[in-house]
Antibody
């Protein structure tokens, strides 16, 4: 069965960095694009970034361009989100999800809190 | 990259139907047949309920149906059940990115 397990969340001070990971299993990771989506506590979903199956294309929401980097290691079936220069407004639960046009499987999320 | 517009809330009694709208533009909802709908219960991850406007993944009850007209997509839940009470989000592919709707809280009266 498809499993996506996020890790790496926590409390971090503004301006600092954090790297999230998403371990994938139960499907052929190298054939799927992958996304990061975030959700501010009590609010809606916001798409953050997508990476093509082979890492050839990456796209970001404007608010994280130049600060966040999505990447993947297909040898480890793992997706990453490197988050630099974190701001209070980046506080959210971060989900990884499988797919490109349709996000068909989601992980359970990892909470990132940016606070001094 | 503006969010798609959904009504904040919708409600219905058990057995009734409820329809949720999702309005975008010709650059997203109107331009692609890649509209999805997600159900989210409190504290849980979103679950795919409808994809490519009107297709249901395996295991999703046929009480859930989707459609699209122009720049507006819709999700209809027929024969409402208590377990359908949740937040619902639409999403559309928009070329190089994906957009989500503002979310609708469905209450079963």
């Amino acid at each position: 069965q498809v499993q996506l397990v996020e890790s790496g969340g926590g409390v971090v001070q503004p301006g600092r960095s954090l790297r999230l990971s998403c371990a994938a299993s139960g499907f052929i990771f190298t054939t799927y694009g992958m996304h990061w989506v975030r959700q501010t506590p009590g609010k809606g979903l916001e798409w953050v970034a997508v990476i093509w199956y082979d890492g050839s294309y990456k796209y970001y929401v404007d608010s994280v361009k130049g600060r966040f980097t999505i990447s993947r290691d297909n040898s480890k079936n793992t997706l990453y989100l490197q988050m630099n220069s974190l701001r209070a407004e980046d506080t959210a639960v971060y989900y990884c999800a499988r797919g490109v046009m349709t996000l068909d499987y989601w992980g359970q999320g990892t909470l990132v809190t940016v606070s001094s | 990259q503006s969010a798609l517009t959904q009504p904040p809330s919708a409600s219905g009694s058990p057995g009734q139907s409820v329809t949720i709208s999702c309005t975008g533009t010709s650059s997203d909802v109107g331009g692609y047949n890649y509209v999805s709908w997600y159900q989210q219960h409190p504290g849980k991850a979103p679950k795919l309920m409808i994809y490519e406007v009107s297709k249901r993944p395996s295991g999703v009850p046929d009480r859930f149906s989707g459609s699209k007209s122009g720049n507006t997509a819709s999700l209809t839940v027929s024969g409402l059940q208590a377990e359908d009470e949740a937040d619902y989000y639409c999403s559309s592919y928009a070329g190089s990115n994906n957009l989500f709707g503002t979310g609708t809280k469905v209450t079963v009266l």
